[in-house]
């Protein structure tokens, strides 16, 4: 993997996205507000996957977001869409004037893509009838690999109600197995 470095803002946010993953984002503090522009005009920014406990200046990995859709809110706030481009390490974080955290970031190495030919049954039914029948997930997700089991354990993780600690212990690129373990453990149930 490349360890090529760039700097980008860091958005800390309790949000847990894998690759592929799409979530929307409501974007109301000025420095936010600066962190869109600065987005837009090179390579995204990153979400910071924090907790309550966790401090912004603390080293960890984020998600690599590209902003796919602007829009306004029924209340005048801007909301974006947001698409997980990549995982990476955050080996750097420092604040700007405005408070605005910026990084050095690399690329992280995640999940290969499966080459699994186990049938998805209940893994892929129950997240297609989630998505299908939530108007925001259902909006966001417009393609839906819903026959790629990685893709269907990802959009799993985002979103079982667990702790993002547990959350964490299926970044490394070789958590793939006991992701789909333990996510087939709690819907097959």
């Keep these: 993997m490349s360890r090529t470095i760039v700097n980008l803002p860091i958005f800390p946010l309790p949000v847990y996205l894998l690759p592929e993953g799409i979530t929307r984002l409501r974007i109301f503090e000025a420095r936010y507000i600066k962190m869109v522009k600065v987005a837009v005009k090179g390579q995204g920014f990153v979400i910071f996957s924090t907790s309550k406990n966790t401090q912004v200046q603390k080293l960890g990995w984020g998600s690599w977001v590209e902003i796919i859709n602007f829009d306004q809110g029924k209340d005048g706030v801007l909301e974006i869409d947001v698409k997980c481009k990549s995982l990476v390490d955050i080996l750097s974080i420092k604040p700007d004037n405005d408070n605005l955290h ?63 600690e547990t959350k964490n212990t299926f970044i490394d690129k070789n958590s793939y197995e006991a992701a789909k373990t333990f996510v087939k453990s709690i819907i097959e149930k």
């Design 102 to 164: 910026f990084g050095d970031i690399t690329l992280l190495e995640h999940w290969p893509d499966s080459q699994d030919n186990l049938p998805l049954g209940n893994l892929s039914t129950t997240l297609e009838s989630i998505l299908s029948n939530n108007e925001l997930l259902n909006e966001l997700y417009h393609n839906k690999l819903l026959n790629n089991l990685s893709w269907v354990v990802a959009r799993w993780l985002e979103l079982l109600p667990i702790s993002v």
